[in-house]
């Protein structure tokens, strides 16, 4: 009987981060933000468009659908445009 032993040669690698689209609820700023989850698109929205309240929903820039699973955020493609919407705010065509 053979004894197996494991090696790890690298730590296990960070998914790579995606670019995305980010603009606010009228549209006048927009931000390339690069992220590997929803939560950290979330945390880096937050400090590009220097939001402080915390609370926000991201939503398709193109139909307001709203982004609010991991499943879904990792569903979305590159470059998808994306609209940061704060409290109180509403997303129009």
Known sequence: V???TKQVLFPPLMPAGRPFRVSNASRSRRK????SS?????RKTLDSFFISAGKITLVLEEDG???DTEE??????D???L???EKG???TA
């Open 65 to 67: 659908t709203v982004v």
């Open 72 to 77: 879904f955020f990792k569903s979305l493609d």
């Open 32 to 35: 390339g933000i690069v992220a």
């Open 89 to 91: 705010q509403k997303w």
């Open 38 to 42: 929803l939560q950290e698109l979330i």
């Open 83 to 85: 609209m940061v919407l």
């Open 2 to 4: 053979g004894a197996m």
């Open 79 to 81: 470059n998808t445009h």
